[in-house]
Structures are given as C-alpha cells and as structure tokens.
C-alpha cells in the first residue's frame, strides 16, 4: 500500500512498490493524460512533476513518489483555468497529432517554475521530449510566450 498525493489529492493504492508511477497513474487511477511512449525514460510522453520537477514516470517506482507531491496533466489548470503554458501552446498550435504533448507541457510548466525567462538554449536543453512531429520550433516559440504571459500575470496580481 502506497500513500501519493497527486494533484493536491491523497490517494492510496495497493500495489507492488517497483510498479512504474506511470501504471499506477494510468492502470489503477484512470489518469490518462499521461502517456506511454517507450517506457525507458527516453522520449518523455510520461512526463509527470515530482516536488516540481520534470520526471519520466514509465520507469519511476511507485514507492519512490510515496510522500512526494505529484501534479500530473489533469491537475494543472486551475479553477478550469488554463496555464500560461496550456494558453501559448494552442496560441502557437504546437500539437500535431497531439500524444507527446501532456509531457511537453508539464516539461515546459517544470522549467518556467525553475527558469522564468528562459533563452533558446536553456529551453533546448531542458526540454529532452522527443516530438515525432517535430514541432520543436513551435515549442521554443510557445514557452516563450508562456514566460511573457506568465510575467504579465505576476505583474497584475502584484
């Protein structure tokens, strides 16, 4: 029995502590949003934030995110608000067939919230996501965006 809290929620699940966070998600909690792409932590669909950082989760063990705070897709908007992020990615039309993007998206949450105003370069090397689509570019430009409208939110709100 493994105590999580994802998504501000805790939840309690009865399986085995090396299942991958990713089935637990997925399998036992319904929580599709988070995809299965290659299950060796290389392409990043099951991308998931651990105590805010960006974490593979086909292949992190269950009993490793017990008394972590987990934030998955499906708890990032807000009120039914959606992110800066969740606004730029449909302001720049990023998705193409759409299944790496629940990664993409907590990636690119995850390194606005360690990195405010990030340079190309910083977005090359921390968004590791693979996009078979390649819409890279379309990303870059989106994450800016977010960090704009990010800063223009924190300016309002004082």
Not at 59 to 66: D, I, L, M, R
Request: aromatic letters at 4%; charged letters at 20%; one cysteine or more.
């Amino acid at each position: 029995m493994a105590e999580l809290k994802i998504n501000g929620k805790s939840i309690n699940v009865d399986v085995e502590g090396g299942m991958p966070l990713l089935w637990v998600l997925r399998d036992e909690l319904d929580m599709t949003g988070t995809k299965y792409g290659c299950g060796v932590s290389s392409c990043g669909a099951c991308t998931v934030m651990i105590d805010g950082v960006a974490t593979k989760s086909c292949t992190f063990p269950v009993a490793s995110a017990a008394g972590k705070e987990i934030t998955t897709i499906e708890g990032i908007a807000k009120q039914g608000q959606l992110t800066a992020v969740q606004r730029a990615w449909i302001e720049h039309q990023v998705p193409q067939c759409g299944y790496c993007q629940s990664g993409m998206i907590m990636a690119a949450e995850a390194l606005l919230d360690q990195n405010p105003e990030p340079t190309d370069m910083d977005i090359d090397e921390s968004m590791t996501n693979i996009c078979r689509c390649g819409t890279y570019q379309r990303v870059r430009q989106a994450i800016h965006s977010a960090a704009k409208l990010r800063a223009n939110e924190a300016e309002l709100l004082g």
